[in-house]
């Protein structure tokens, strides 16, 4: 049965970093290209980051390029998002999923990219 648990969200201060995990039962993250998607209160879920199985290309959104990393790790069936430099509207809740394509359309990676493989998400929050 495939399963997507995430974890490691929590509170943190604007300029502030935190690293997600995404742990995959199920599946193999080394098969399929991954990405990070955000719920952000009142908005779309908007795809951020996600990692091809070609090469680890990865494609991040405009608004997170240069501050989030997404990262595979084939050896522990896991995928992880560092975040750096955290703003007040990184708040959201935060969902790994396979995408495909891993590629970026009017600046962001499109919900439709995303498999319905949807787990509970861990959520963000970046406030002083």
């Known amino acids: 049965q495939l399963q997507l648990v995430e974890s490691g969200g929590g509170l943190v201060q604007p300029g502030g970093s935190l690293r997600l995990s995404c742990a995959a039962t199920?599946?193999?993250?080394?098969?399929?290209?991954m990405g990070w998607f955000r719920q952000a209160p009142g908005k779309e879920r908007e795809g951020l980051a996600c990692?091809?199985?070609?090469?680890?290309?990865?494609v991040y959104a405009d608004s997170v390029e240069g501050r989030f990393t997404i990262i595979r790790d084939s050896a522990k069936n896991m995928v992880y998002l560092e975040m750096n430099s955290l703003k007040q509207e990184d708040t959201g809740l935060y969902f790994c999923?396979?995408?495909?394509?891993?590629?970026?359309?009017?600046?962001?990676?499109?919900?439709?990219?995303?498999?319905?493989?949807w787990g509970k998400g861990t959520p963000v929050n970046v406030s002083s």
């Open positions: 999923v396979p995408t495909d394509p891993c590629a970026k359309k009017g600046g962001s990676i499109p919900r439709l990219y995303a498999l319905n493989y």
């Open positions: 199920g599946l193999s993250v080394n098969h399929y290209a």
């Open positions: 990692i091809s199985t070609v090469g680890n290309r990865t």
